[in-house]
């Protein structure tokens, strides 16, 4: 069996969608002929645990844990208990009014000393300094337990200069496994970040790209971009949904349930959405009666407002953070889902994680976004839903309308388009064969 090491900051017992994406290709790639061999730091700093996906690992894998120097712990301390720990949970935050953190404009002096730090001294992001330690130790590791293949996957895109000099100096061949967008990610223009530093960083991305042996990019847009950006080959492969998952008996309940899971940001606040709803609440009774928004996950205070003025405050059901399966629940007991993108023109090309989920309820998706973005292809491909832009107050009515007159006809509004190309199975497939493309003969 052949063997790949994934060099990856997020790993359980957090429950993001990073995690779940190597936690998935770890469960399958033995049956693909490949052993994976996870290197992870033993003391990472998560916004949220979830210990279910634990039981996702298979005991075949090999997990080295290594420690970590996390400057987000003296972020902590400089802000108060209850700080977000995260680059992206900045915009992703731990509790009400500390979802969108960083790109929100009420700053204290010390959040915009502590953003202007980050944004200047730790290029590319805080996780730099576990760089030189890992290479260090995973030469010396390599020596021993030879590997085909290293891929690194990031955000924190840190992991991939780990892979670029392991890489450089052993030859062993490396996939970087971009989740996100490096300096096309949405969040970068809000840090004061000098014209140096962003030369820097633009440098450090454009090294990547050309010194590896494939790039793998998540979504379609980003490939797309990433090709146009170099000569070295970029493959993709989605996120996905684990069949196994969505096994539960589940009963919808009475009532029509707008479900949205995971994080809800200011930024994503679909403002012209809660309106709509509001206005049908006010003029059907029998609707605003039996309408349920059930959030599941870290809210935005900004998004509570926005309901609580569409006068939809008493039909808010309001869940907090959940793990992974019980968030699975709730998808497969809503009568629609509601996913509502980041209103930033550069999140156009990114396909957010908990859409193959939520593929995978075969439940209604309205998406709020750009209507030519990547997750406007996926919903129109595998007709599972429709895309509204923020403002398409028609689009949106339309949806709930439609879904509201099969509920009052005593039915839960279902879809079921083919969706078998994203199942975790298949595109751990595509993976192996990726890794066996870029692996030497043996």
């Known amino acids: 069996m052949k063997r790949v090491l994934v060099v990856t900051y997020y790993w359980p017992p957090s429950g ?36 279910t996906l634990e039981a996702e690992i298979p005991h075949s894998a090999e997990i080295i844990r290594r420690p970590i120097l996390e400057p987000y712990g003296i972020y902590r301390r400089l802000m108060g208990k209850g700080a977000s720990t995260d680059m992206k949970t900045l915009t992703a935050g731990a509790s009400k009014g500390e979802v969108t953190e960083i790109s929100s404009g009420r700053k204290t002096f010390k959040q915009r000393l502590s953003l202007w730090i980050r944004g200047n001294l730790f290029v590319p992001d805080p996780r730099v300094g576990w760089v030189r330690p890992s290479v260090r130790f995973l030469k010396e590791y390599l020596k021993e337990h030879p590997v085909d293949v290293i891929v690194t996957t990031g955000p924190p895109h840190s992991m991939h200069l780990i892979g670029q000099r392991l890489h450089k100096e052993l030859g062993i061949p490396w996939i970087p496994d971009f989740r996100d967008p490096w300096t096309r990610m949405y969040y970068l223009k809000h840090l004061p970040m000098s014209a140096r530093t962003w030369k820097k960083l633009r440098a450090m991305e454009q090294s990547v790209l050309d010194e590896c042996s494939t790039v793998l990019a998540v979504t379609p847009l980003v ?72 959030l599941v996950g870290k809210v935005d205070r900004e998004v509570y407002d926005a309901i609580e003025e569409a006068g939809l405050k008493d039909n808010v ?62 919903l129109a491909d595998t007709g599972a839903g429709v895309t509204a832009d923020w403002d398409n107050r028609d689009a949106m009515r339309l949806f709930i309308d439609q879904a509201w007159e099969q509920f009052q006809q005593g039915g839960v509004p279902s879809v079921a388009g083919d969706i078998t190309r994203f199942s975790r199975r298949s595109i751990t497939h595509e993976l192996a064969v990726l890794l066996e493309r870029v692996s030497p003969e043996k």
């Open 16 to 51: 993001g969608s990073g995690v779940q994406r190597w936690v998935k290709f770890a469960k399958y790639l033995p049956a693909e002929g490949w052993q994976p061999v996870i290197y992870t730091p033993e003391n990472p700093e998560y916004s949220a645990i979830d210990h």
């Open 223 to 294: 490939q797309e971009e990433f090709q146009a950006q170099t000569s070295t080959p970029v493959a993709m492969i989605t996120n996905g949904y684990d069949g196994g998952d969505f096994e539960q008996a589940v009963e919808p309940d009475e009532h029509f349930n707008i479900v949205h899971t995971g994080l809800f940001a200011a930024d994503g606040n679909p403002l012209t959405f809660w309106k709509v709803l509001g206005a049908k609440a006010w003029a059907e009774p029998d609707f605003k009666a039996a309408l349920r928004l059930r």
């Open 317 to 378: 059901v309001d869940l907090g953070y959940k793990d992974h399966l019980t968030a699975v629940r709730e998808q497969l007991a809503a009568t629609v889902l509601v996913l509502p993108l980041r209103n930033d023109p550069e999140y156009r090309p990114i396909l957010p994680g908990k859409l193959f989920e939520y593929l995978a309820s075969r439940r209604p998706i309205l998406g709020i976004g750009q209507e030519d973005g990547a997750m406007a292809r996926v």
